[in-house]
């Protein structure tokens, strides 16, 4: 056992301390809700026309109705066309009105909403619709290219500055962006702030629950993780709510990112460096005066011999992600993970950023996503302590990509059907990204965690990036989208039979190097479990 796992045995190992470190830590998952799935509503379409007021110069006591059928031409299905008009004419609306006009185009002078009163959306703002309708795709893949790049800088920067410096920073600007793209003037300012806002996601996703984990015994750390990433659903209802009330998207911006501030504030008091990370930098006496607090509030004291040995932990080269490359087992371990981690990705926002193609109402699709979640979260954290975190993973891999596949099963006639299975489909997809947490931050030594965690991440970033656009493959056919969904997660479902199991094994805070066996010249690391004797090497 580690010094500091010692260390954690003598002033509480899931205390007083821990406990109301992780209940603050679950705070963020609320506003990552909020960022990651509040386009769902900011960018809800309507039905939609082209401007056509300029038949109203001929005849201004014309009705609605009477204007569109003069001048929208009705497609194969007998609905008026939602990106085509009739050509403007210099006629007198009798001779419209007697011989029509046999000529059309393209919406000339923007497009007409057909919105409940007070509603908007960045769709109906910056017409968003016809020739322009791939900037919500384009947008919310620009969101996960933030997503990415936060990844790879975040994760290292916490490796190299710490847990809470990254937290507090991710928040400010979160605050800043999320509250700043509600005076977006056109389309490319919002997406530019929403990349930026993704940015800062990456940098609370990743390490807010990493620093409850690792004030805690091993034992716990899937706890921490499961219990802070399940007040992510909590997120999910609360905006389906406040969106269901609030239908102006500048105002709902406003509404969910401006406490914010009050969090911040709040963190900046309270929220602890790591301890575990303080002590692999070296820096000891800042590690000492954390540990004090904690065992204050755990109403323990700490030995002092146990503190003097915290000298022999200290690193002697600072590790960043090249240093996952150089290791042949973790560099097994990142390869395999990234895949994982991108078919995870690939499907759960598939699925959730086609919450209003399922033919149900939006708000209650949601809402039923979100409760569904709470279950996903919390139901898998018995099961992995049972069973283990690779069986579990490989296992709702397999169920989740299955539900994307049977969807296409069913008629489009049957929207509950649909729904249901786009339901089960949701709860694998979440139950698959609390396990992985777990299951990727246990595969790498404190050291490298955050660097690993930060590089799994970018896959699954990328996945985000990908999701939106396979969605316009369904102009070849509808098929297409969800059928790469469904697969992609199956593959990674086998691929993860590969990795080791880390149930139980005590959390490492180097990696240590091994030497040769069977007389070959492999040269790796081994994480080793003093007590019990396992290992999880690849």
């Not at 929207?415 to 990727?440: D, E, M, N, Q, R």
Request: glycine share 8%; aromatic share 12%.
């Amino acid at each position: 056992m580690s010094n500091f796992g010692q260390i954690l045995k003598e002033i509480g190992e899931f205390g007083l301390f821990q406990k109301r470190l992780v209940a603050a830590l679950c705070i963020p998952s609320i506003f990552v809700a909020f960022d990651v799935i509040s386009q769902v509503f900011t960018g809800m379409s309507f039905p939609n026309y082209c401007n056509t007021d300029w038949i109203l110069d001929r005849g201004p006591n014309l009705t609605y109705e009477r204007q569109r059928n003069l001048t929208i031409p009705v497609n194969k299905d007998g609905k008026f066309e939602s990106c085509k008009m009739f050509t403007p004419v210099d006629l007198d609306l009798e001779t419209i009105e007697a011989y029509g006009i046999n000529t059309t185009t393209e919406c000339l002078n923007g497009s007409y909403f057909e919105a409940t009163k007070g509603a908007s959306s960045i769709v109906t703002e910056f017409d968003l619709v016809c020739d322009r309708s791939s900037f919500i795709e384009a947008s919310q893949s620009i969101y996960m290219a933030g997503l990415l790049v936060g990844a790879l800088v975040l994760g290292q920067m916490a490796d190299r500055f710490g847990r809470r410096f990254v937290v507090l920073l991710s928040h400010l600007l979160l605050f800043l962006f999320g509250v700043g793209a509600a005076f977006s003037p056109n389309i490319y300012v919002y997406m530019v702030l929403k990349f930026l806002g993704g940015i800062s996601i990456s940098g609370i996703i990743a390490n807010a629950f990493v620093i409850g984990g690792e004030w805690s015994d091993s034992s716990k750390f899937a706890l921490c993780t499961i219990i802070c990433h399940s007040f992510f659903p909590l997120g999910l209802m609360i905006l389906s709510g406040i969106a269901y009330v609030i239908r102006n998207w500048r105002i709902l911006q406003l509404v969910l990112f401006s406490p914010l501030v009050l969090v911040l504030g709040i963190f900046y008091w309270i929220l602890p460096e790591s301890a575990r990370w303080l002590i692999t930098q070296g820096r000891k006496e800042e590690a000492i005066k954390e540990i004090r607090r904690a065992a204050k509030v755990n109403g323990r004291k700490v030995p002092e011999d146990l503190l003097d040995k915290l000298d022999a932990e200290v690193t002697s080269k600072r590790q960043n992600m090249l240093d996952i490359f150089r290791i042949s087992y973790l560099r097994k371990r990142a390869l395999v993970m990234s895949y994982i981690w991108f078919g995870i990705s690939l499907m759960y926002y598939g699925l959730s950023l086609n919450v209003g193609n399922f033919g149900l109402d939006i708000y209650l699709t949601q809402l039923i996503f979100g409760v569904v979640e709470i279950p996903a979260r919390l139901g898998c954290l018995p099961f992995i302590q049972r069973f283990g975190r690779r069986i579990c993973q490989s296992g709702v891999l397999l169920f989740g990509g299955a539900a994307c596949l049977g969807v296409l099963a069913v008629p489009k006639d049957l929207p509950v059907v649909i729904t249901v299975i786009a339901v089960l489909g949701k709860f694998a997809a979440t139950a698959c990204f609390s396990i992985v947490y777990v299951y990727t931050a246990e595969l790498y030594p404190t050291t490298l965690r955050q660097n690993g965690v930060g590089l799994n991440s970018m896959c699954a970033r990328v996945a985000g990036i990908l999701a939106p656009l396979i969605r316009l493959l369904d102009v070849y056919h509808y098929t297409i989208p969800m059928l790469i969904y469904g697969t992609v997660p199956i593959v990674a479902g086998g691929l993860c039979l590969l990795l080791p199991e880390t149930r139980n094994v005590e959390l490492q805070d180097h990696a240590e190097p091994m030497k040769p066996e069977s007389g070959t010249d492999y040269k790796g690391y081994i994480e080793k479990e003093e007590n019990s004797g396992k290992s999880t090497k690849f």
